[in-house]
Structures are given as C-alpha cells and as structure tokens.
C-alpha cells in the first residue's frame, strides 16, 4: 500500500508563530542532499532567508502572496554551475558548463532536491509551499540574495509550522497522462473528459463564475496566465540567464 501521506498531502499557506530551530532545518537540508543528481555533481545551492526584512523583500519578489509572506523561512533553491566551475578552475580543468545542456541538468538538479526537502520536511511535521514566481523575477531575486554568475533561482520553498491542515486540491486522473507505449494523442472528446475533474472542482467553478468566462481553460489562458504576460516574463528570464554567463 501506498503511505497516505503522498495520496493526503496538501500545500500550506497558512503558518503559526512557532519557530522552525536551525538543528531540525540543517536536518532536514542534509537528508535531502541524497536526491538524484546528474554525475554526482548536485548542481544545486539553496539559500535561506529568515531575516524578517529580507523575508519581506523577497516576498514582495514573489507578488506578496500570503505563503511568501506568512512563512517564517523562504528556501530559494538554485542551479548552481558557479561552484563547479570555479572547482574546475581552479584544478586546472577545462571547464565547458555555460551552455544549455548543462543548466538543464542543474536545473532539473535543483527541482529534485527541493522536492525532496518538501518531502522529508512535510514528513517532519512541517509545511511547505512552493512559490510558483521564480522565474517571474529572477534577476531581481538573484541582485537580492546576492547570487554570482551562473548561479539561477529556479524553486522557492515557504516553510514553516503550518496553522490548519491546508487546503485539498483536484489532480487528474492517472488515465488522463499515463501512455502505454507510445504517446496517445487524445482526441477533442477525450481532452474534455481528462479535463472533467477540474472543471467540476468547486474552487474552480467559482474562478469561472467571478472572471465572467465560459469555462476553466479560458481562466488559465486568458486571466491568469495570459498569452502577453508569459511571452514578457519569458524574454525577462531569457535575457538574465544570457547576462548571466549561460
């Protein structure tokens, strides 16, 4: 049988005053450095801010969301190619990792290991919430926390001791994105009955209900994540990480 803590798990926006001790945190940062990583190299670094200012410099980074400002610890999970580089450098190694191949791999390094630290911290009573704004503001997250070249914000964790349990969240079925040999492309009818579940989810149906929009796909498409906004913050990014020696 599965744990119910995977099928159960919700996210946290909400924290109590309770101080997460830098013992239990270390901790659990230490348990998740055995998390999968490309060659052994964990091209990763995770940066903590508990400062109260700072936290509240980050957050208005990450749009003032109340996880980002509630949490008492922000973790900003890193692709990390500075630090090997450097240890490349200065053993007199060519070191050729300012490329896209190589911050794909640090960054699906980073994405491992903060799943990880979300795991074996959720386990240890905490909660956690991923702040889905990263990227949006990279360059300014990165001047924040002082981050060299070649070193990106990728992820960032609001943890804390969570006030209440979270709220429940709708996920598709497993049927709506498991291919059994080769990708299924779903018909127009099929896509319509992956899609069901949120649909009908009551949160969802009041999203549609108060944008005035017929439906959750144009809620998505055209509130939230509109075509202008993705097409602005994805050139912003595009031209940090070229500024920034990748």
């Known amino acids: 049988m ?5 099928t159960n798990r919700r996210s946290v926006r909400k924290f109590s005053s309770r101080e997460v001790y830098d013992p239990l945190l270390r901790e659990v940062l230490a348990a998740a450095m ?12 995770v940066v903590v801010t508990r400062d109260e200012a700072r936290r509240a410099e980050l957050a ?7 996880a980002a400002t509630g949490a008492p610890v922000l973790l900003t999970i890193c692709a990390d190619l500075h630090r090997f580089t450097r240890w490349c450098e200065v053993s007199g190694a060519d070191a050729g990792f300012d490329n896209t191949i190589t911050f794909l791999s640090a960054f699906a390094d980073a994405v491992i290991y903060a799943q990880q630290v979300v795991t074996i911290a959720e386990r240890q009573g905490l909660g956690t919430c991923y702040l889905g704004t990263v990227t949006f503001n990279a360059p300014e997250i990165a001047k924040l ?15 804390g001791w969570p006030e209440g349990e979270g709220e429940p969240t709708e996920r598709l079925e497993l049927d709506g994105l498991l291919h ?4 299924h492309d779903p018909s127009d009818r099929e896509v319509v009955e992956i899609f069901k579940v ?5 949160p969802n149906r009041k999203y549609v209900e108060e944008n ?11 509130v939230r994540y509109p075509r202008a906004m993705n097409e602005e913050f994805s050139k912003k990014f595009q031209q940090y990480l070229h500024e920034n020696g990748l």
């Not at 599965?2 to 995977?6: A, E, L, N, S, V």
């Not at 055995?34 to 670094?45: E, I, V």
């Open 2 to 6: 599965i744990d119910t803590y995977f």
């Open 34 to 45: 055995k998390a999968p990583t490309t060659s052994n190299m964990q091209l990763y670094s």
């Open 60 to 66: 208005k980074l990450h749009f003032s969301q109340p």
């Open 145 to 159: 926390l002082k981050l060299p070249k070649m070193v990106v914000p990728v992820a960032c964790i609001a943890l």
């Open 180 to 183: 059994s040999e080769e990708y």
């Open 198 to 202: 949120k649909e009908q989810y009551g």
């Open 212 to 222: 005035g929009k017929k439906n959750l796909a144009q809620v998505f498409a055209e």
